[in-house]
């Protein structure tokens, strides 16, 4: 088997003529399809049901972009017997063979590649390029999945014995569940849909509820390419009845979970439950929240700094696990960056997704909700300097909002809000610093922006995260380059997009054959 090599989708910016017009065709071809409805996918049947779900468009929610049918306990039941099904085939399936069904649908995501950008930018409203680095993230991770599979075709290497034939390989874990969430509702999805069935195993995959109609072209997209029935089943609905029945449930092997904290501790726990009839300890993996941290120390390149935490706070409205929440900035340095953060958030765009802002809306009318009461508790905590609004429009529209004189122990600085919210806080040195940065029960992502050597290095010691940026902003990992998951509550650190990430759903075999 002869591939290209793989290499990061490169993300389009929009600012050639023309791709801005194929994104402005995109758009409107893909607001004359407002309002289908999308079934369940189940075994490679179109399955409709009585519940449905309404997918709205958050700039303008009175848009309805789709509506989906709504699983419930039966068809959870129906998706797993289906999945257990294709799984009698599809593990004896040569790994070339999967690979290439795999590559194949990366290659349809790269040709729809500006129709997917528009659905993000419609169902969550992410302007165009995070709605473009959302797609691009999604045709990596296919690829990357794809390719890396093949090095565990061939087995583990042993070392010889004399008289026996010694073998060790690797087999697929069997059916587990994909529950999937709202902030990067293609990318994250297919990664977490692809590499398990990358290696034979089969999924059900409960997407986010806010996000179903993107989530629904992705199936479209792997059902084109040749993934035969069965073995990735589309299954939207309510997480606290049928993801909840699927984590429990004895039939499945594993659950792989990107969301909350709170709902990630009642996952662990739950499957950590033995069910009547289940024969296996499930694997579980979760990659959860963060507050997420940026040191800006005296030596700093403070524009540069400053462009960072902007791009680190606000880009998609905050709505990143690994969004800077946090900027701890040393004494010498903070009346001169805070000039430059305060202008250049000042100058941000919010609007409609669609008219390609800066900002864009939070996701829904919950979200909404829950970033206001935090700005709320952040008056009576801190000193709001800017932003601290709802804005005007029908849509969920909040201004980028910055919080001086926090403490570290405050709540602001401490739980993850997920939205365009900055808490800044001042540290009379290098050492506090890094201690408040460590100050969380989080360790997802953080990062520093210093010229002094000694720092940077005590720092990749000592700043405990899964992944640590030196001199650039936090967010935006790559599949392949930085392998991405976070320490402590942040989650179990399986790294997707890294290089062992596949084995998570492989168990090694050993066979011992005496001459």
């Known amino acids: ?81 289906a999945a257990w099904r294709a799984f009698k085939t599809w593990r004896d399936w040569p790994q070339e063979h999967r690979s290439r069904v795999l590559l194949k649908a990366a290659q349809i995501m790269k040709r729809r590649q500006r129709e997917l950008e528009a659905w993000l930018v419609y169902e969550i409203g992410k302007n165009w390029v995070e709605a473009a680095a959302d797609v691009a993230e999604a045709i990596d991770f296919t690829r990357y999945y794809a390719l890396s599979a093949l ?24 059916v587990g569940v994909v529950i999937a969430p709202w902030n990067f509702p293609l990318a994250i ?48 609905g309510d997480g606290s009845e049928v993801g909840a029945y699927l984590v429990q449930h004895p039939r499945t092997r ?32 979760l990659e959860l929240g963060g507050k997420d941290g940026l040191i800006v120390d005296e030596t700093a390149d403070i524009a540069a700094a400053a462009q960072a935490t902007v791009q680190s706070a606000f880009g998609f409205q905050g709505q990143k696990c690994s969004a800077a929440s946090r900027l701890i900035v040393v004494d010498g340095i903070y009346d001169q960056l805070m000039e430059q953060v305060l202008d250049r958030t000042e100058s941000l765009i919010v609007g409609p997704a669609e008219e390609n802002p800066d900002m864009g809306p939070v996701a829904s009318a919950q979200q909404e909700k829950t970033v206001l009461s935090y700005i709320e508790i952040g008056q009576q905590e801190a000193r709001l300097v800017l932003g601290g609004r709802r804005l005007e429009g029908g ?29 800044v806080i001042r540290v009379p040195d290098f050492d506090t610093a890094l201690e408040v940065a460590n100050g969380t ?26 992944n640590l940026y030196f001199n650039r902003k936090i967010t935006g990992a790559l ?24 084995l998570n759903f492989l168990q090694m075999k050993s066979v011992t054959e005496r001459f």
């Open 1 to 81: 088997m002869t591939t290209e090599p793989y290499r990061p989708e490169p993300i389009e910016t929009f600012q050639s003529p023309e791709a801005f017009e194929a994104m402005r065709k995109a758009l409107a071809a893909v607001r004359a399809q407002f309002g289908r409805h999308y079934p369940l996918i189940i075994g490679g049947e179109r399955v409709h049901t009585p519940a449905t779900i309404a997918s709205t468009n958050p700039s303008n929610p009175s848009e309805v972009v789709g509506v989906s049918a709504k699983a419930g306990i039966a068809e959870a039941d129906a998706a797993l017997d």
């Open 151 to 174: 090095k565990y075709k061939d087995g583990a290497p042993v070392v010889p014995y004399p008289g026996e034939d010694n073998e060790a390989f690797y087999i697929p874990l069997g």
């Open 189 to 236: 999805l297919t990664g977490m849909t692809v590499a398990p069935i990358a290696v034979g195993n089969c999924v059900v995959a409960k997407p986010a509820e806010d996000t179903v109609v993107i989530a629904a072209k992705l199936f479209e997209i792997l059902e084109e390419a040749g993934l035969p029935a069965g073995v990735a089943n589309y299954l939207p």
């Open 254 to 285: 594993f659950i792989n979970f990107t969301g909350s904290l709170e709902v990630g501790l009642k996952i662990n726990e739950s499957a950590a439950r033995l069910s009547p009839g289940q024969i296996w300890l499930k694997r579980v993996f």
């Open 395 to 423: 849509g969920f529209f909040i201004s980028p909002t910055v919080f001086e004189d926090v403490s570290p122990d405050a709540r602001i600085a401490q739980e993850e809000i997920f939205g365009p919210v900055l808490s």
């Open 441 to 466: 029960r989080f360790g997802l992502t953080g990062g520093v922006f210093s010229r002094k050597r000694e720092r940077l290095e005590r720092a990749r010691r000592e700043f405990h995260v899964g």
């Open 479 to 502: 599949v392949g380059v930085q392998p991405f998951g976070g320490f402590n509550l942040s989650g179990t650190d399986t790294k997707a997009g890294g290089p062992d990430y596949l």
